[in-house]
């Protein structure tokens, strides 16, 4: 039955989540609340190991949750299950966009597509501040590493695994402070 629940998830994912891995982030947090697969703190956790390790965010993600919910035959299901409606969609447009490539509607409804995308990349930063600083449950700590990094990065421009490395060493200072 899980293997069923991943794939119906993450195949709905995958169909509405246009944009890109940060586009899914907004229905992965609906899962913390609607499964209980994971927690919210977990969900912060996959998006920091996703974002650092090869790969497009969605796959790692879908990888990461199918295997804490189901295993290794769970993250070949959430994987296969994110791509396939990408996969389905291309071999239809492919099949039709010669035809309509020209066509005012086709250009209006990409117009419009980007709007959404803008607003659900926007939602994702929402969840990943609000998860990262609560607004509840301010530290100063995290605020002040945020400031520093956002500083830093925007006066120099160096390679972002220096500011990554950076964030990593202060959490550590902090933690053990």
């Known amino acids: 039955m899980i293997y069923l629940e991943l794939f119906i ?19 992965l947090n609906k899962l913390v609340y609607s499964k209980g697969w994971y927690s919210l703190d977990e969900l912060t956790t996959m998006i ?11 796959i790692n993600m879908a990888t990461y949750v199918g295997y804490i919910t189901g ?25 039709f966009l010669n035809k309509f490539k020209e066509s005012l509607y086709i250009k209006t409804s990409f117009y419009f597509l980007r709007a959404v995308v803008t607003g659900l990349i926007g939602a994702s930063f929402l969840l990943l501040f609000n998860s990262a600083i609560p607004i509840n449950n301010i530290d100063i700590k995290k605020i002040f590493v945020f400031v520093l990094i956002l500083f830093l990065v925007l006066r120099y421009k160096k390679h972002p695994i220096f500011y990554i490395a950076l964030g990593g060493f202060l959490g550590i200072i902090f933690k053990l402070s």
């Open 9 to 27: 998830e993450f195949f709905k994912i995958g169909l509405f989540s246009i944009g890109g891995g940060l586009a899914t982030l907004p229905f």
């Open 48 to 58: 920091a190991v996703s974002q650092s390790t090869p790969g497009p965010i969605g």
């Open 71 to 95: 295993g290794i035959l769970g993250s070949i299901i959430g994987v296969f299950a994110l791509v396939l409606p990408s996969f389905i969609i291309i071999i239809i447009i492919s099949h």
